[in-house]
């Protein structure tokens, strides 16, 4: 079982940056592949970035947004730079056992959220 907490989530100005954390409590970490996804009010939950060995992002968050984890520490990170309203959403840690996916259903483990609220 994997337990997932994430953390770093606020309120920000446009242009503005945060740094969302999630701490995993597993003993293998380095095994699975982590990712971020978002849902936002009335809409469906969304892939923003993923990580194993390599990286995978959203088209509306590349050059903005870096995903990046310390095995040693069991922490996944998203650096959010240049955050605009739409980002607005409450922010998802997932886990997978198997893949490097950009779909919900391919993630076995799931944070509670944080949300991340940009004004304009």
């Known amino acids: 079982q994997v337990q997932l907490v994430e953390s770093g989530g606020g309120l920000v100005q446009s242009g503005g940056s945060l740094t969302l954390s999630c701490t995993a409590s597993v003993r293998t970490f380095s095994n699975y592949a982590m990712a971020w996804f978002r849902q936002a009010p009335g809409k469906g939950r969304e892939f923003v970035a993923a990580i194993n060995w390599r990286t995978n992002y959203t088209e509306s968050v590349k050059g903005r947004f870096t995903i990046s984890r310390d095995n040693n520490r069991n922490t996944l990170y998203l650096q959010m730079n240049s955050l605009k309203p739409e980002d607005t959403a409450v922010y998802y840690c997932?886990?997978?056992?198997?893949?490097?996916?950009?779909?919900?259903?391919?993630?076995?483990?799931w944070g509670p959220g944080t949300q991340v609220t940009v004004s304009s």
């Open positions: 997932a886990a997978s056992r198997l893949r490097l996916g950009d779909q919900s259903y391919e993630y076995d483990y």
